[in-house]
């Protein structure tokens, strides 16, 4: 009996054991749970760690980037004035001319051609003269006779010539076709040469094959005219000897010879002009180009033994100083109504060394137009930049344009990664309520500047979350950490913690 009664005590005694171990763990849970709390200065421990910042106030400086060329605003095509072989040329590719040096020396054989046209014209009129004086005189069978073999030489003079020019002519035609296939050629190679299938050299071939052929028309055209200038004399000359011929059998039908007169007299005028024109020519032949502009010679298009063609260019020569010097970049659409005339521009690239120099827009293209960048078809804005005192800039060069659209002072700005979208166009960030929670907050972006971008629907004392996420929602308790930003893309990270929270050093110690 007193063992049962043992058995009962001891069973009693465990569970008063457990129930106030049970109490204890209790008591002990609420007691650390407590210490948290209040260690962490009334913020769970467990709630998500978020870094903040309060919203700043900075200068916002919008900028649009293009890339361009240093192009020369004014260059001069010197054109011949004078259409005949070319015996010298005396500059080259980069040298320096000032007005009146001398660029090329003709030869002035054409002269002599001339003179003799001059002295057939003469030998013209004065068969017109006679054949006036002869109005009044009766014929006789050898003048006309001698007028009949005057009207077949012309004639036989007019098949020559036109024979010889329409085999000219041929030629040319099959020039102008033989140059239609290697400019197609050097099309497709040009294609190939961007694609990076076809070499440079290859290309300059190609660019030469057409150069050559076109100097080759060029020299059958000329002397394809040559041949042509004795057409209209041989002509003038049969309508003369026929009019000759009719005048003389036609004599005495008239009694005062009249008509014949008027007709010699017309020949008399027209030869007169033909021998006015031929002077003229004669006068304004020029044996030598000079320079009428000074400066760089920058491209010769011409060979000594070439002949030279109206409307062919000789060279080209411009001033290659600062002074003449104009980027040319093109603006995307997207951007071009952000660019206006006399914005400010910082000129850099890899030939200037590392130099940034200073421009502004000059002038803005009036039309819109599509242009190849990269692999894409973009419509682009013109835009010339004007740039001063920059010796290293060069024309050909490719520059990167960084154009200010736009200074705002005083901008409220938050860091850019602070933001997000809610598609739509709606756009928002996160701030931490006074107990902790995060709240949403809408707001409208403006401008960027680096790391930043300017904001309205914020406070100044608004506590932002830098790094939201997707998981993050209105109403989420956070542990807050401010951040600090000392530096462009450096960020400092500061704990917020209560007075009574002890430092890490304390914490170690």
Known sequence: MKTNGMKKNSKKIIIILIIVILAGGFI?????????????????????????????????????????????RERTIVFPETQAQIVSVHVSVGDVVAVGDLLITYDDSV????RDHLAEARLMLRQAELGLQATRIAPSNTEILAAENQIEQARTNIANIEAQVDQVDLQIRQMQDNILTAQNSMANIE???????????ELDNAIDAVSRLED????????????????????????????????????????????????????????????????????????????TVAGTVLAIHVTEGEFSAAGRPLM??????????????????????????GQNVG?????LGGHIYDGYIQMIHPIAAPRQIGGNLETVLTVEIAVEG??????????????????????????????????????????????????????????FSDMYVEVDG??????????????MYPGMSVRPIQSNQVGAGQIVQVEQASQDEPTDQESDS
């Open 390 to 447: 920059s010796e290293r800039l060069r024309a050909g060069y490719t520059v990167d344009a960084d154009i200010v659209t736009r200074i705002s002072e005083h901008s409220l700005v938050v860091p850019l990664m602070s933001t997000l979208s809610a598609g739509g166009g709606v756009n928002f960030v996160f701030v931490i309520e006074d107990d902790t929670t995060l709240a949403r907050r809408d707001i409208i972006i403006g401008d």
């Open 28 to 72: 002990g849970f609420n007691v650390i749970n407590a210490n948290r709390l209040e260690a962490a200065g009334g913020v769970d421990r467990s709630a998500l760690p978020v870094h903040w910042i309060y919203p700043s106030r900075q200068t916002i400086v919008s900028r649009v980037s293009a890339r361009g060329n240093v192009e020369l």
């Open 191 to 201: 294609s190939l040469f961007n694609s990076g299938v076809a070499t440079r050299l």
């Open 216 to 291: 080759q028309l060029a020299l059958t055209q000329s002397q394809r005219d040559t041949a042509a200038l004795g057409l209209p004399l041989a002509q003038e000359s049969e309508r003369l000897a026929a009019a000759q011929l009719d005048a003389i059998r036609t004599r005495n039908a008239q009694p005062a010879a009249v008509n014949q007169a008027q007709m010699q007299q017309v020949s008399i005028d027209q030869a007169t002009l033909r021998i006015s024109q031929i002077e003229r020519d004669i006068a304004d032949f020029e044996r030598e180009e000079r320079a």
């Open 111 to 114: 002269l002599d051609t001339l």
């Open 316 to 341: 080209e020569i411009a001033d290659v100083s600062s002074d003449n010097l104009v980027i040319v970049v093109h603006v995307p659409e997207n951007d071009a109504a952000n660019i206006v005339v």
């Open 458 to 471: 914020l406070g100044d004392e608004e506590m932002v979350i830098i790094n939201p996420t997707p998981q």
């Open 347 to 351: 000129i850099s690239g890899g030939a």
